[in-house]
């Protein structure tokens, strides 16, 4: 009998488990990604096979050449993976949202601050930079989210730059495939202290909605509040 963890919780699944996971899901989304990162695995052992056979130390080169082969092979493996998750949430209200929280580096991301009920909204992070307001909608519609949220944050962040990035389909704004890039390169204008500084001030701002988070289903709309009650 197999045993069960004292806690009732399943037993995550394993590493390799989970390549193969992923492995079918690119597949089905991308037929040619699979080929494409064989190909590149085999053709980096091949370049470093024939190094080995011009230097003449063929017995050191081809177990580097299977390392370096596997290594180039996950790093692109690793690369359409994550592209094809950028292109299966493109378009879902939340998608920037589930990007920005899985960001390398200390960012804290705080999901739509702001937002309307066309499920248009903006979604605050803090970093190094210093505060970044992220939209999504279109580009006729956000413009007024960002100008009340950066208006309302503006006390609070004092002399901290705050930087607006809109995501999305239209002119001049990026999509969700690039966000992530084009965070990293800017500008680092505040100390770590600096920083956490920021988010204790930032926090204790009332929250002005609230709104599901994560990737929201294509055709979801915003619960309406309550009416007032009239006298």
Request: hydrophobic share 45%; glycine share 10%.
């Amino acid at each position: 009998m197999s045993k069960t963890p004292a806690d009732g919780s399943q037993e995550r699944p394993g590493r390799l488990k989970q390549i193969r996971m992923v492995a079918q899901v690119l597949r089905q989304a991308d037929p040619k990604a699979l080929p494409i990162v064989a190909a590149s695995a085999l053709g980096t052992l091949i370049v470093v096979i024939v190094i080995g056979l011009v230097i003449g130390r063929l017995w050191f080169f081809v177990p580097l050449g299977i390392l370096a082969g596997a290594a180039v092979g996950l790093i692109v493996f690793g690369q359409l993976a994550q592209r094809a998750q950028y292109k299966v949430i493109e378009g879902q209200p939340g998608a920037a949202a589930a990007v920005l929280k899985n960001m390398r580096g200390d960012w804290t991301v705080t999901e739509a601050v702001s937002g309307n009920r066309n499920l248009d909204m903006v979604h605050r992070v803090v970093g190094r930079p210093g505060v970044i307001l992220v939209s999504e909608g279109p580009r006729n519609r956000v413009g007024q989210l960002l100008g009340a949220e950066k208006k309302r944050i503006s006390r609070a962040a004092q002399q901290v730059p705050i930087y607006d990035v809109q995501v999305g389909d239209d002119e001049e704004q990026i999509t969700v495939g690039k966000l992530q890039r084009h965070l990293m390169k800017l500008p680092r204008n505040l100390t770590k202290a600096q920083v956490a500084e920021l988010n204790d001030r930032l926090q204790a701002l009332p929250r002005s909605m609230q709104m599901p988070k994560g990737p929201i289903p294509k055709g979801a709309k915003m619960p309406k509040g309550p009416k007032p009650k009239m006298r």
